[in-house]
C-alpha cells in the first residue's frame, strides 16, 4: 500500500512519518503515586512490544514518576498533560520525550509559548490531542455535536496556536468514540496537513468490543495508508493493547515476524477440544520471534490440505491429532500429546 507522506518527528529516538514503521503506543494505568507499581508495567508494556510509553502527569507530585519510568525501560516516555501549563514545563524539564497537550485549554497564548519553548529548547515535540468528548464550546455550537469536521478545525485551531511562534515539531490525534466520525476525521485530517498522524478509537469500551472497534477504525485508516503510530485503547490491562495493536498491524501487512495462528471455526466433524488447544497454542506463541504460521484445524480430513501453507499444524481426528507440515503429514499422536508435540515441532523450525 502507500502510505501518506508526512514529515518526520523524533520521539526519544523513534521517529514517526516519512517511511518508519508504525510505532504502538500504550498507557500507564497504574496510578501516578504508585510509583514502584508503575515501574513495573512499564518494564512489561515494553516486554509485550510496546514502543511508546504515556503516562498521566495531574500534579507536581506526579514528576517523581518521570526520572523511575525513564530508568527502568529504555522506550521513550510521553507526559499526558490536562489544563496546567506549568505541569508541561515541569515534565519536560523532568527529562520526558514527548509531550501530550490541548493547547486551547492551557490559558493564554503566553502560556502557550512558554510550553513551545521548553519543548523547542529541549527537542521535544508535542501531540495535539483532539477528543470529541472536549471540543472548545464555539466549534461544538457551530457543528451541533462532535463531528468529523468539528475535530478537523478544533486539530487546525490548536495546530495554528503552535505554529505562531514557529513550532512544527509536531503529532496530530483525533480520537472519538464512534468509529465512523474517526475515520472520517483522521481521512480529512489527512489531506490538508503532514504532520504524522496518531490513530485511536477513544472510550473504546471493555477488551472484546473496544479491540473490534479498534480494529476497525485504526485497520481502515492503516490500509489507506494513513497513520504513523497508533494506541489500542482498552478498559483492561495495557499489555493487552500492545498485543491488539501488533495484531492489527499484522494484519494489514505492516507487520512482519512472529507467529501467527490460523485455526477453523469448528463443525460437526470436530473431534477435539479445538477451541481450547487454539487458545493453548495462541499463548504459546504470542512473544515467538520466528516468523512461521501454526494451524490448528479440527478436521483431519480437510484440515492439512485446507492449512497447507502452514510451516506447522495439527488436524484432530477420534482423540488424535495429525502432525503436518505445508499439507504434508508428519505423524499421529494421541489427542493428550498433541500441545507437546506440536511445541516439538515448532523448536525444529
Known amino acids: 500500500m502507500q502510505r501518506r507522506h508526512t514529515r518526520v518527528v523524533d520521539v526519544g529516538g523513534v521517529k514517526l512519518g516519512g517511511d518508519h514503521p508504525i510505532a504502538i503506543q500504550s498507557m500507564l494505568s497504574t496510578p501516578a503515586t504508585d510509583i514502584a507499581g508503575s515501574v513495573e508495567q512499564a518494564k512489561a508494556l515494553q516486554t509485550a512490544g510496546c514502543e511508546i510509553l504515556r503516562a498521566a502527569i495531574p500534579n507536581m507530585e506526579a514528576m517523581a514518576l518521570i526520572p523511575a519510568i525513564k530508568k ?17 514545563i515541569a515534565a519536560v524539564e523532568a527529562g520526558v520525550d514527548k509531550v501530550r497537550i490541548n493547547p486551547g485549554n492551557i490559558g493564554s497564548n503566553e502560556r502557550v509559548k512558554a510550553v513551545v519553548d521548553a519543548c523547542r529548547a529541549r527537542r521535544v515535540p508535542i501531540r495535539i490531542g483532539v477528543n470529541g468528548g472536549s471540543l472548545e464550546k464555539e466549534i461544538l455550537q457551530k457543528y451541533g455535536h462532535p463531528t468529523a469536521q468539528a475535530l478537523v478545525e478544533s486539530a487546525q485551531y490548536h495546530i495554528s496556536l503552535l505554529e505562531r511562534f514557529d513550532f512544527e515539531d509536531i503529532v496530530i490525534s483525533l480520537k472519538s468514540s464512534n468509529v465512523q466520525t474517526m475515520y472520517e476525521a483522521y481521512r480529512l485530517m489527512s489531506s490538508c496537513c503532514d504532520y504524522p498522524l496518531h490513530l485511536g478509537v477513544t472510550e473504546a469500551g471493555t477488551e472484546r468490543m473496544g479491540t473490534i472497534k479498534n480494529a476497525v477504525g485504526i485497520g481502515s485508516l492503516l490500509l489507506c495508508g494513513i497513520g504513523d503510530t497508533l494506541r489500542v485503547s482498552l478498559t483492561a490491562d495495557p499489555v493487552k493493547e500492545v498485543y491488539a495493536a501488533r495484531d492489527i498491524l499484522k494484519t494489514v501487512g505492516l507487520r512482519q515476524g512472529g507467529a501467527e495462528v490460523i485455526s477453523c471455526p469448528t463443525c460437526g466433524r ?17 512473544d515467538m520471534d520466528k516468523p512461521i504460521t501454526v494451524a490448528v484445524m479440527g478436521c483431519a480430513v480437510n484440515g492439512p490440505g485446507e492449512a497447507r501453507e502452514a510451516d506447522i499444524g495439527v488436524a484432530g481426528g477420534d482423540g488424535c491429532g495429525l502432525l503436518f507440515s505445508h499439507g504434508k503429514i508428519l505423524r499421529k499422536v494421541p489427542e493428550d500429546q498433541i500441545l507437546p508435540a506440536l511445541i516439538e515441532e515448532i523448536e525444529r523450525l
Open 72 to 88: 527502568a525501560v529504555d522506550i521513550p516516555l510521553v507526559a499526558d498533560i490536562h489544563f496546567d501549563y506549568r505541569l508541561a
Open 270 to 286: 470436530t473431534q477435539i477440544d479445538l477451541i481450547g488447544l487454539a487458545e493453548q497454542v495462541t499463548e504459546l506463541v504470542r
